[in-house]
């Protein structure tokens, strides 16, 4: 069993930025690829982010590449998601998910899938101001 814990939300100002965190239980937790979706009211969960279990290989929707930067620390057992230069659009709650064995991605597409993923996050509220 995983449990992910989401921080770091709050609100921003357009053109500001925020620093998610994601905090992972297990000792497994450098054998997951990572992700972060998100959701906006009355909207899917979509895709944002997803980072393999090394780190050789991030993947972005393209509403937010160049701007968001997905990286992990095996030894704190963490994921991030650095967002820059924040839209209104980026308004959301922010979850982030464990591919964790039942599911192999090699391709992006795999990755953007929420059914890829086995634990979420209890997810943390970002909204941008403008």
């Known amino acids: 069993q995983v449990q992910l814990v989401d921080s770091g939300g709050g609100l921003v100002q357009v053109g500001g930025s925020l620093r998610l965190s994601c905090a992972a239980s297990?000792?497994?937790?450098?054998?997951?690829?990572m992700g972060w979706f998100r959701q906006a009211p009355g909207k899917e969960r979509e895709f944002v982010a997803a980072?393999?279990?090394?780190?050789?290989?991030?993947y972005y929707a393209d509403s937010v590449k160049g701007r968001f930067t997905i990286s992990r620390d095996n030894a704190k057992n963490s994921v991030y998601l650095q967002m820059n230069s924040l839209k209104p659009e980026d308004t959301a709650v922010y979850y982030c998910a464990a591919v964790a064995g039942s599911v192999r991605c090699y391709t992006r597409s795999c990755y953007s899938q929420k059914t890829s993923y086995d634990y979420w996050g209890q997810g943390t509220q970002v909204t941008v101001s403008s």
């Open positions: 297990g000792r497994t937790f450098s054998s997951y690829a």
């Open positions: 980072i393999t279990w090394s780190a050789g290989s991030t």
